[in-house]
């Protein structure tokens, strides 16, 4: 694995092997984010789709739960529709 400069915890930690979601967004979770954050985000993710109830086939909840996960990260310049 590389070392990536976490944009959520600051630091500089190991990072993911492969980009975890396709796209502009799965991109921006490898090159920002420490496999560290990334197990965090993953719990609260199951939060967010418990709590509100999101269908993640569904492109306005994908899109909902993109842009809350770009928040938790921290992500620079993100792009919530991969497009």
């Known amino acids: 694995m590389t070392k990536v400069s976490c944009s959520r915890c600051g630091s500089t930690a190991e990072g993911l092997e492969r980009a975890p979601l396709p796209g502009s967004p799965g991109?921006?979770?490898?090159?920002q984010t420490c496999a560290s954050c990334w197990d965090e985000w993953k719990g609260v993710q199951v939060k967010l789709i418990n709590e509100y109830r999101l269908d993640v086939v569904d492109p306005d909840h994908y899109d909902r739960l993109i842009v809350e996960m770009a928040a938790f990260l921290n992500l620079r310049e993100s792009d919530p529709a991969g497009a």
């Open 27 to 31: 991109q921006q979770v490898l090159e």
